[in-house]
């Protein structure tokens, strides 16, 4: 008969996890803990067991998890076309959802044409084009949104007046 060691994971009082011990070293794997997140010593224990009993727990060092990592962020929209005077409020998705910094900036390569505010908020200023870019806090993933700025269509004419002539008519307005 083998007599089969455990390494055993323990959270105060309660066993969490246990899997059988291999030569050399094993890992034990906690699920469920929160990113970027420390966790003082003591606050997980290890044990050995077999079938003659437990060895004394013993106290897993400090330790601090890793950051959720930006895979990517994207735009609403590709393109915008505004008149002058208009605003576009654009949404920034950052993936995944649950990335630890998902935080970003607005800019704009023509502030003149088009600016955008640090929440996104497009201002069409003078007719041209612009490319507004969100960028992720690390700076490591971008998108861009191109914004073409159109003069507003001219009001209908008012106040017509006509001054005929014979065989002319001069129109005024």
């Given amino acids: 008969m083998v007599n089969v060691t455990k390494l055993n ?3 105060g009082t309660e066993l969490i996890s246990s899997v059988e011990k291999t030569e050399g070293k094993t890992t034990i794997t906690v699920e469920g803990l929160e ?3 420390d ?5 997980y224990q290890v044990s050995f067991s077999n079938d003659s009993g437990e060895s004394e727990k013993v ?3 400090q330790f601090k998890t890793n950051a959720i990592g930006v ?3 994207t735009l609403d929209v590709e393109s915008l076309d505004l008149t002058i005077g208009e605003t576009h409020q654009l949404q920034a998705t950052v993936s995944p959802s649950n990335a630890s910094n998902s935080n970003v900036t607005f800019s704009s390569d023509a502030d003149g044409v088009a600016s955008v505010s ?10 041209g084009t612009a ?5 992720t806090e690390d700076g490591s993933f971008t998108d861009v949104v191109a914004v ?3 003069e507003p269509i001219p009001e209908a004419p008012t106040d017509v007046t006509v001054d005929p002539g014979e065989t002319t008519a001069d129109i005024t307005v």
């Fill in 118 to 127: 640090a929440s996104g908020l497009v201002e069409a200023i003078t007719a």
């Fill in 148 to 150: 073409t700025v159109k």
């Fill in 9 to 11: 994971l323990y959270k």
């Fill in 131 to 135: 490319n507004v870019t969100v960028t």
């Fill in 39 to 43: 966790y003082p010593a003591g606050t």
């Fill in 59 to 61: 106290d897993v060092p």
């Fill in 71 to 73: 895979a990517s962020v």
């Fill in 35 to 37: 990113a970027n997140t």
